[in-house]
């Protein structure tokens, strides 16, 4: 029998790029279990619920595309986030010791001296977009140096990385635009990674999946995918966050003491709080692998359920005074970073560009306030600022 909700929550509507946590509250109130018909989708909104799905890879898979429509399999082949066990652990085994915690820690010096020099770029100013300039300009240089981009290609990558993430209003799929800047990427990044064939293998990503494909364990025609979505994954989940937190400074919602700790850096529940509070990827899907109920529903084999990070990071059966932003709150179970086999790669990197990142910005400039209107990204996943124009008051 076809289930009818109320219209209630659509994730590509300007009501949800604009506020979509008062339709959250509903769902997770009303309908915990909610038909979308438009998308012909479910969505997830309790913070069990969502954990639970994330934890079952094998009834909710990744397999066939975790977005809507036409942004399903933009990667391409090699997208550790589009693919299951055991092909998806193999492919994510040769990314994985770069990107624990202890070796980040190794690339903290590169990170907070690329913050040093847009910084340095704007210190003559007295107007800056904070947005173009730093939230969005940090992430994309440091996951770039992390792959081995030459520096000579860093200005011509970034604006291609730009172009190929750029996501226009009305948006039903990447523009033609979009797929020229994609085309263009890859052909670059596959040679990067080829030229580093049968070497001594660089310190780089590329030196890994070259020896990778060395090994027999990945094959060249999974470089696009896998590097693809590092530079997504690293790119606006990062600016996203570190602009929700100029965005808190700029209009005086936070305080600079608030977010420095006696080290003078941003402490790392600030941080966790603020991927609580408004998740940078809102939400992504699955598609069942078999019928299955869920709060009383039977829905069948094939459909595509989003589970909602963000409606389950401010869930109150969870945390007490959801929507208030507690910056001292131990807020680090919070589903921002997913959970499971998928759970964030970046984590450690994405924290440690975050704290590096505002700490030396906070260091650099005096305190700065909202001019004019911040535009968000125009993402039905991705919530954060492209644009943050602010005013530094000396
Ligand atoms: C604040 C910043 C970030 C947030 C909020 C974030 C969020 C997420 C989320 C929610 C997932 C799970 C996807 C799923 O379940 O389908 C994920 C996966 C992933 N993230 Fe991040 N991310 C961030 C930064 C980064 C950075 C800096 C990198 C760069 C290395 C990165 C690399 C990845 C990769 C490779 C995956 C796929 C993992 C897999 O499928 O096994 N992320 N991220």
Redesign the pocket.
């Known amino acids: 029998m076809a289930v009818i909700h109320p219209d209630i929550y659509d994730p590509v509507s300007p009501e949800a790029h604009e506020n979509p946590y008062p339709a959250y509250e509903r769902l997770r109130d009303e309908y915990p279990l909610y038909r979308i018909e438009k998308h012909n989708a479910w969505a997830l909104s309790r913070y069990q619920d969502v954990k639970e799905g994330?934890r079952d890879w094998e009834l909710f898979s990744?397999a066939q595309g975790?977005e809507l429509g036409e942004y399903v399999q933009f990667f391409g082949p090699g997208s550790?986030?589009e693919?299951d066990p055991p092909r998806?652990d193999v492919l994510?085994k040769i990314?994985a010791p770069r990107?624990l915690n202890r070796r980040i820690k190794d690339y903290e010096p590169m990170i907070r001296s690329s913050a040093q020099e847009l910084v340095a770029n704007f210190q003559n100013k007295v107007e800056i977009d904070l947005g173009a300039e730093f939230t969005q300009k940090l992430?994309i240089l440091t996951?770039f140096r992390?792959l081995g981009i030459p520096e000579s290609e860093m200005g011509w990558a970034t604006t291609t990385g730009l172009r190929m993430l750029n996501r226009p209003p009305n948006e039903n799929g990447p523009t033609t635009e979009a797929y020229e800047a994609r085309s263009q990427l890859v052909e670059f990044l596959e040679k990067e990674v080829e030229r580093r064939r049968n070497t001594d293998y660089p310190d780089d990503v590329f030196g890994d999946m070259a020896r990778a494909i060395d090994q027999g364990l990945m094959e060249s025609r999974e470089i696009q995918g896998l590097s693809l979505?590092?530079v997504a994954?690293?790119m606006e989940?990062?600016t996203?966050?570190m602009g929700t937190i100029v965005h808190a400074l700029a209009t005086r919602q936070v305080s600079r003491q608030e977010l420095q700790s006696a080290q003078g850096d941003l402490p790392q529940t600030a941080i966790d709080e603020f991927?609580r509070f408004d998740?940078?990827?809102q939400w992504?899907a699955r598609v069942t692998t078999r019928d299955v109920e869920i709060h009383g529903q039977t829905i069948q084999k094939g459909s595509r359920v989003l589970?909602i990070?963000a409606s389950a990071n401010r869930d109150p059966r969870e945390f007490e005074s959801p929507d208030q932003l507690i910056l001292t709150r131990d807020g680090s179970r919070n589903?921002?970073?997913?959970?499971?086999?998928?759970?964030?790669?970046?984590?450690p990197?994405?924290r440690l560009?975050?704290k590096a990142g505002i700490s030396e910005l906070l260091k650099a400039t005096p305190d700065f306030e909202m001019i004019g209107t911040p535009q968000r990204y125009q993402s039905h996943v991705i919530r954060g600022y492209e644009s943050l124009p602010v005013i530094l008051c000396p």
């Open positions: 994330l990744s975790v550790i986030q693919l998806h994510r990314l990107f992430p996951i992390i979505l590092l994954a690293g989940t990062t996203s966050l991927l998740a940078p990827a992504l589970m990070f589903l921002a970073f997913g959970e499971g086999v998928h759970f964030c790669l970046g984590m990197l994405a560009e975050a």
